[in-house]
Structure formats: structure tokens, C-alpha cells
């Protein structure tokens, strides 16, 4: 049986996924659900009985935003302002991330609005520190 220690780290997993654009999550083996980012448990049901998959980076926008000023941690001031979104992901789980691609103003944020759900498709934005998740609307 392994220990803790040697048993690899779910966030490093998805930091490293990340700077390579693979989306890391976990899937639970008693539910079947879905937890993005990967922890060690299932956030459905709590089954620690989890394995690791790769997303598909296929989601939908169901709300955007645009971020306040100044940006919400100094990683982001280089791109603020910028959109934000409500996203479910293909698999199921929600989460929040930028919108690339979406001109932060209220024009733009309105016809977005108008257009409903529409398609994304995940990327990988490499900051100074650290890779972040960020979505592309599927044209």
C-alpha cells in the first residue's frame, strides 16, 4: 500500500496538464462523477474510490462577465480587463474561467447574452507563474 507521500499531488497533475494543454480531472468510480480541478476525492459523493482522466476541453458558456479593476490577483493586471464566464464543462461540472476572445464591454457582453449557451473549447494561458485555464467561443 502506498502513502500519502508517494501517491503524485492531483494539483501538480493539473498544473503540469495544464502547461501542456491537456485538461486533468478525476472520475469517480462508485458515481461516475466528474471533479474539475482534480482533488482526491469525488466531489458528488465523497468516494475517495477516484481515478484520473483527460478532459475533452468541449464546454458551454452559460453566463459571462468582466472583471473589476484592478484585476483580482496581480497574475491577471498584464490582460485585465477581460471576460469571465459560468462554464459547463462536456463531462458535467461547472467552473469558472476567462472568456478569450470577447471584448470586455457591455455591447459585447449583451450580445453574448443574446446568442444563449453557446460552445467553447479550453486553452491554456501561460502567465508568469502559472498556466491558467481560459475558454475560446467554438465559432
Not at 25 to 48: M, Q, R
Not at 53 to 59: F, N
Not at 89 to 103: F, N, R, S, T, Y
Request: charged share 20%.
Amino acid at each position: 500500500m502506498s502513502t500519502v507521500s508517494e501517491q503524485p499531488s492531483a494539483i501538480r497533475s493539473y498544473y503540469e496538464g495544464l502547461s501542456e494543454g491537456v485538461f486533468r480531472a478525476i472520475t469517480c468510480k462508485v458515481c461516475g462523477g466528474y471533479t474539475f480541478p482534480p482533488t482526491g476525492c469525488c466531489e458528488t459523493c465523497g468516494s475517495w474510490d477516484v481515478i484520473p482522466v483527460e478532459l475533452s476541453g468541449d464546454a458551454t458558456l452559460l453566463l459571462a462577465s468582466h472583471n473589476i479593476s484592478p484585476a483580482c490577483h496581480p497574475r491577471f493586471e498584464k490582460i485585465a480587463p477581460y471576460v469571465y464566464g459560468h462554464i459547463r464543462l462536456k463531462e458535467g461540472p461547472i467552473v469558472q474561467a476567462i472568456i478569450l476572445g470577447v471584448d470586455p464591454t457591455p455591447q459585447a457582453l449583451k450580445a453574448l447574452f443574446e446568442r444563449g449557451p453557446v460552445p467553447l473549447k479550453a486553452e491554456t494561458l501561460q502567465m508568469d507563474d502559472l498556466p491558467v485555464l481560459a475558454y475560446r467561443i467554438v465559432s
